[in-house]
């Protein structure tokens, strides 16, 4: 027990007078730091000039990390007869319609991504004061409402990151493992902030990105140059 708290103490040493690190130097410092007995999420939040209690300050989209998450995503969908058959052949991994419903609705929650035919919305609807909460709706805007719910699936399960401002405008998502190679969290990171960038509403002013960090799940944060992070 005191090697780990002595590792924690030597990491969080090695932060200290450090900060707006280039991509590259911010992820060797945090991969390199990572002291929990798991392989940590390398986990990115972005401070916004926006305020999405105002429609049109809103930051929400959807983007693909080049390298993938790294992480095992449990899929739901809701569909029924052909479209359930193929979202179970395209590797979902719980399909159904009132059954799932009900399922949701006793507080059993198991999956990371909810997708949902046209059709079926009428009835996801009932759940939103649910999913809404915990960013599980299915919104058309990010592809999670769709005929198409193959690549709907093959998607979510290949590295398709969804991301949406909180109230205080924050952006915040996994981008990798800090097994990773530092090039591929680097890549991860700089396809990650493109999209957020190319996300920037209509009502937002001024500085719109305005810090960009980076941490382990356990680990603490460092900030990354916002020059370097939006460089392609």
Known sequence: ???????????????????????????????????????????????????????????????????????????????????????????????????????????????????????????????????????LMPNPKVGTVTMDVTAAVNNAKGGEVQFKAEKAGVVHAGIGKVSFDEDKLAQNLRAFVDAVQKAKPSGAKGTYMKKVSISSTMGPGVSVDVVSATAN
């Open 1 to 135: 027990m005191a090697k780990i708290a002595k590792k924690k103490a030597a990491g969080r040493a090695a932060f200290e007078g450090k900060s707006n690190l280039t991509v590259e130097d911010a992820v060797k410092l945090v991969k390199g730091n990572a002291s929990a007995r798991f392989d940590e999420t390398v986990e990115i939040a972005l401070n916004l000039g926006v305020d999405p209690r105002h429609a049109d300050q809103m930051v929400r989209g959807v983007v693909t990390l080049p390298a993938g998450t790294g992480k095992d995503v449990r899929v739901a969908v809701f569909a029924r007869g052909p479209k359930a058959d193929e979202a179970t052949a395209a590797g979902a991994d719980i399909v159904g319609a009132e059954d799932l419903m009900e399922t949701i609705q006793s507080g059993k929650i198991e999956f990371d991504r909810c997708i949902a035919t046209p059709d079926m919305m009428p009835l996801v609807g009932r759940l939103g004061k649910i999913l809404g909460p915990r960013n």
